[in-house]
């Protein structure tokens, strides 16, 4: 098997290497379970997006850069190894964006891939709840539709970052008479809507 890299990678990889060498913020962000540490990883991921490196598997399409698996190693090894801050928007960049490019509509595409792909939005995943976790087809949260909007009622939980996001894509029960792995719709939700009350669990760190 040939490991070697292509004339194009090693350049990506040298890009990547001096943008991060001389980007990387000489001090650690502060803690992302704060609203001023949270504040400046966004800030950080929208310098990764002036640079272009916020979702290099994205469709240049879409923004991205087209990079095919070894690029995107590539990329996660060096910034691991420059230590670059911690990223805040992996449950946008890497499942609701993939999501929609690959079975949204186009008007969905336009709603919503340009603000995870600058990280103006940052999004969280409402997938478990206090009685859906291995078993998530047990989960209780439905969505009624009413006119242009739906009106969700249920709980969510172990929600990462979902004290500071502004979008969340839930899973909620639309259809009760379905059988449990069925009915399920994948709803992205404004955090920002009236009703919904955030509340963090504490750690002990
Ligand atoms: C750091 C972290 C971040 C997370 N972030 C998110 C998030 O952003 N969004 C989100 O939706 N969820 C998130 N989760 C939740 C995670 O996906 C759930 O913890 C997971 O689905 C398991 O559910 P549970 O904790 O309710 O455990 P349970 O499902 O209650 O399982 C408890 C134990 O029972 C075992 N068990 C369960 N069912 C069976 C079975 N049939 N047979 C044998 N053993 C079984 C499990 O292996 C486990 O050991 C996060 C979890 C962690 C730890």
Redo the contacts with the bound molecule.
């Keep these: 098997m040939d490991l070697s890299l292509t004339p194009e990678q090693e350049s990506f990889r040298d890009e990547v290497r001096s943008w991060l060498a001389a980007n990387v913020p000489a001090e650690p962000l502060g803690p992302t379970s704060t609203p001023e540490g949270f504040a400046a990883h966004r800030v950080w991921e929208q310098r990764l997006f002036e640079a272009g490196y916020s979702a290099i598997s994205w469709p240049e399409a879409y923004g991205g850069r087209d990079a095919d698996l070894l690029t995107q190693a590539l990329f996660a090894e060096e910034y691991a190894r420059a230590g670059a801050p911690e990223r805040i928007n992996t449950?946008g960049l890497g499942l609701a964006g993939p999501t929609l490019i690959a079975y949204g509509t186009d008007a969905q595409k336009e709603r919503w891939l340009p603000g995870i792909l600058s990280c103006d939005d940052i999004w969280?995943?409402?997938?478990?709840e206090?009685?859906?976790?291995?078993?998530?087809a047990a989960l209780r949260t439905t969505a009624v539709a009413a006119g242009d909007v739906y009106v969700v009622n249920g709980q969510?939980?172990?929600?990462?970052?979902?004290r500071f996001a502004d979008w969340i894509f839930a899973l909620v029960r639309t259809d009760r008479q379905a059988p449990k792995h069925k009915g399920i719709t994948f709803l992205m939700i404004d955090m920002r809507s009236p009703g919904i009350e955030v509340r963090p669990i504490t750690q002990i760190n």
């Design positions: 449950l969280s995943q409402g997938f478990s206090p009685e859906a976790g291995s078993d998530l969510k939980i172990w929600t990462s970052l979902g």
